[in-house]
């Protein structure tokens, strides 16, 4: 892979990072989480509970994303970034554009994908 294509990707994903750290700021994320004054019954009650555990799992993915895309930051900067850390084969730039954070070429991830459901 050549710097212009290096450079293209770090812009991406420095701007997706950038997206994942603003999305994490939204107001509407903590009024979800600290409402409780104004819970007239139970059910009410439940649908917050619930709320909040969506919002935790979205808080979650985000900062999993961030942790994925300063890891190809890295591979950007070893000169290690697509090529697959399984097989060692070049990642197809369209699995790279789709996905830049990847780490693995499409046929490893399918193997890892069929082994990890085959084990639950």
Same mark, same amino acid.
């Given at each position: 892979?050549?710097?212009?294509?290096?450079?293209?990707?770090?812009?991406?994903?420095?701007?997706?990072?950038?997206?994942?750290?603003?999305?994490?700021? !939204?107001?509407?994320?903590?009024?979800?989480?600290?409402?409780?004054?104004?819970?007239?019954?139970?059910?009410?009650?439940?649908?917050?509970?619930?709320?909040?555990?969506?919002?935790?799992?979205?808080?979650?993915?985000?900062?999993?994303?961030?942790? !994925?895309?300063?890891?190809?930051?890295?591979?950007?900067?070893?000169?290690?970034?697509?090529? &697959? !850390?399984? &097989?060692?084969?070049?990642?197809?730039?369209?699995?790279?554009?789709?996905?830049?954070?990847?780490?693995?070429?499409?046929? &490893?991830?399918?193997?890892?994908?069929? !082994?990890?459901?085959?084990?639950?």
């Amino acid at each position: 892979m050549n710097s212009r294509q290096m450079n293209r990707y770090r812009t991406l994903l420095v701007n997706r990072m950038n997206e994942s750290l603003n999305l994490g700021n !939204e107001e509407g994320l903590k009024k979800i989480y600290d409402a409780t004054e104004h819970l007239p019954d139970v059910s009410d009650f439940a649908s917050l509970e619930t709320l909040r555990e969506v919002t935790y799992i979205i808080t979650g993915k985000r900062k999993q994303s961030v942790r !994925e895309i300063q890891d190809a930051l890295t591979r950007i900067e070893k000169g290690s970034f697509g090529r &697959c !850390e399984a &097989c060692g084969h070049q990642i197809s730039e369209k699995r790279l554009l789709v996905y830049p954070a990847t780490n693995l070429c499409i046929r &490893c991830k399918k193997r890892r994908e069929k !082994e990890h459901n085959t084990a639950a």
